[in-house]
């Protein structure tokens, strides 16, 4: 297992364990998005955002998002 495949299972793991951490669902946007699996990403933003509202401002929040808007050619949104 590679380091991607590592820190999707550890990032898995802290959400079976705390579903409501807002920032791990982030790292799995993160993770998702280097594996090139966008839609799924996006939904690990969306629940984040389910989780906190706030967390809309956190910068690496934003830069995931708009890296995947980019990627997916939602050149205008990103």
Same mark, same amino acid.
């Given at each position: 297992?590679?380091? !991607? ?33 966008? !839609? ?29 808007? /980019? !990627?997916?050619?939602? /050149?205008?949104?990103?």
């Amino acid at each position: 297992m590679g380091s !991607e495949g590592e820190a999707a299972a550890a990032i898995t793991t802290v959400l079976d364990m705390d579903p409501r951490n807002d920032e791990a669902s982030i790292l799995q946007a993160m993770i998702r998005s280097k594996k090139r699996e966008f !839609e799924a990403a996006l939904s690990s933003l969306q629940e984040a955002i389910s989780l906190n509202f706030k967390i809309r401002e956190n910068a690496l929040f934003m830069l995931i998002k708009g890296d995947i808007e /980019y !990627e997916m050619g939602d /050149y205008v949104t990103a």
